[in-house]
């Protein structure tokens, strides 16, 4: 099993900055595909970044394109993600998940890809 954990989240205001981290314990990290997911109340999960299991790939979802930039450290099992130019809308509880073999070619953006899910944390971006 996999264990993740994330934190970074936090207040900021309409344009400024926030690094999320998750910290992956247990299966070997470094033969995980990972992504971050957002949930806003009332709307669905949707996906925002992924990185493939190399680090040699990563994806984005068009809301965040330009803004975001998914990275990992494997020698520290961890998966950032550094948002900038954060907008109202941004404002989510951010999940991080862990993919070990993906199903279909879009594999980054589909929730039932992943196997295992972080706790969540919290953004909030005020105007």
């Known amino acids: 099993q996999v264990q993740l954990v994330e934190s970074g989240g936090g207040l900021v205001q309409s344009g400024g900055s926030l690094r999320l981290s998750c910290a992956a314990s247990?299966?070997?990290?470094?033969?995980?595909?990972m992504g971050w997911f957002r949930q806003a109340p009332g709307k669905e999960r949707e996906f925002v970044a992924a990185i493939s299991w190399s680090g040699g790939n990563t994806y984005y979802a068009d809301s965040v394109k330009g803004r975001f930039t998914v990275s990992r450290d494997n020698a520290k099992n961890t998966v950032y993600l550094q948002m900038n130019s954060l907008k109202p809308e941004d404002t989510a509880v951010y999940y991080c998940?862990?993919?070990?073999?993906?199903?279909?070619?879009?594999?980054?953006?589909?929730?039932?890809?992943?196997?295992?899910w972080g706790q969540g944390t919290q953004v909030t971006v005020s105007s």
């Open positions: 998940a862990a993919l070990e073999y993906a199903s279909s070619s879009t594999w980054w953006s589909r929730s039932y890809e992943y196997d295992y």
């Open positions: 247990g299966r070997t990290f470094s033969s995980y595909a």
